[in-house]
């Protein structure tokens, strides 16, 4: 069964901090932004990438850390392929900027078609990995554990609706994890962004969802669902009484990144400007209290760190879409 690479992440988290320390600039660049940053979120309003990013964009204004706005723009469509093929067209542009999810991998490994090539790209700063956990509504009182889950959704069979965000995304290869392990067969229904995958839980128009907390936490804090394993290493200070997978025997563990990405042919000096940035960011109190509400993982990583990071995660990812069928 398939584990996320934390030991090399730890390695490259560590060589991408004595990066940080010796391989940027100090402050006051010879380049700076001359007009507004096109902040492409690759998926749609409310989910946890869209509200990491309007968070950040909060930040770099109220403490005036550019000279210029940062704006947000969503572009979902086709599971994050109209945010990559944007950001190709925009090459050697030092004005756009693109937060990802883990579709920066699984998406062009399935659309081969698209021309996209992550290697391409200018490696500036994962902020965070965000964390999954299995869900459902809290009006299911017979479901309370995973035996009561997996009872609940074979007696359902193929009307179990198991909602997620785009197809062959973060949530369908969870979804097929669980239909796999627990020899479920639960329908995938695929929304163009997080929030909504949580308001159609919350609303008991699906069944189940692999939401992120920081997409779920609204209705979880009210009451309206509940957690009952997660996909992490360890359980997390939010979810003290959630049980991971790996405690209840499934040895698997998955994590999303919050990267920010620049276009392909980036000046240095702006790829120098945007990583000082986006540490600058990372440090500010704003974004360790966002991080610890919202159970956000993983250290800082930058340039050839995170180059490194996306390649073995590219890796890893094309190995489980062949498990699923979707690539050869």
């Not at 290697?119 to 995973?146: C, G, H, Q, Y």
């Not at 499934?250 to 990144?257: E, F, G, R, T």
């Amino acid at each position: 069964m398939f584990k996320s690479y934390r030991t090399f992440t730890k390695l490259v988290c560590a060589i991408g901090a004595s990066a940080i320390l010796v391989g940027l600039p100090a402050v006051g660049h010879a380049w700076e932004p001359i007009k507004p940053v096109e902040f492409v979120v690759m998926a749609g309003k409310g989910g946890g990438a869209d509200k990491a990013v309007r968070l950040i964009q909060s930040i770099i204004a109220s403490e005036k850390m550019a000279p210029v706005p940062f704006t947000p723009i969503n572009k979902p469509g086709g599971s994050g392929a109209e945010a990559l093929v944007h950001l190709k067209g925009k090459t050697g542009d030092n004005h756009t900027l693109m937060f990802t999810l883990n579709s920066f991998y699984t998406t062009p490994l399935r659309q081969p078609g698209l021309g996209i090539d992550i290697a391409t790209f200018t490696p500036v700063a994962r902020m965070a990995e965000d964390t999954f956990l299995l869900w459902v509504n809290s009006d299911r009182k017979d479901i309370n554990n995973i035996e009561d889950f997996v009872k609940a959704a074979k007696a359902k069979g193929s009307n179990w609706i198991m909602a997620g965000t785009g197809k062959n995304s973060e949530d369908n290869l969870l979804t097929d994890f669980l239909n796999k392990a627990y020899g479920l067969n639960m329908k995938y229904v695929p929304y163009k962004g997080g929030g909504k995958v949580a308001k159609e839980l919350a609303g008991n128009n699906a069944d189940s969802t692999v939401n992120n907390p920081s997409e779920q936490l609204g209705f979880y804090e009210a009451g309206n669902t509940k957690a009952l394993a997660a996909f992490t290493d360890k359980r997390l200070p939010l979810f003290p009484d959630t049980p991971t997978f790996k405690e209840l025997g499934k040895d698997y563990v998955y994590y999303m990144q919050r990267t920010v990405v620049g276009a392909p042919g980036m000046s240095k000096e702006a790829a120098d400007y945007y990583r000082e940035l986006f540490t600058r960011v990372f440090n500010s109190d704003k974004w360790q209290d966002y991080r610890t509400k919202k159970s956000l993982q993983g250290d800082l990583l930058t340039g050839d760190a995170l180059m490194s990071y996306w390649k073995t995660e590219r890796e890893v990812h094309r190995v489980m879409l062949k498990n699923m069928g979707v690539i050869k």
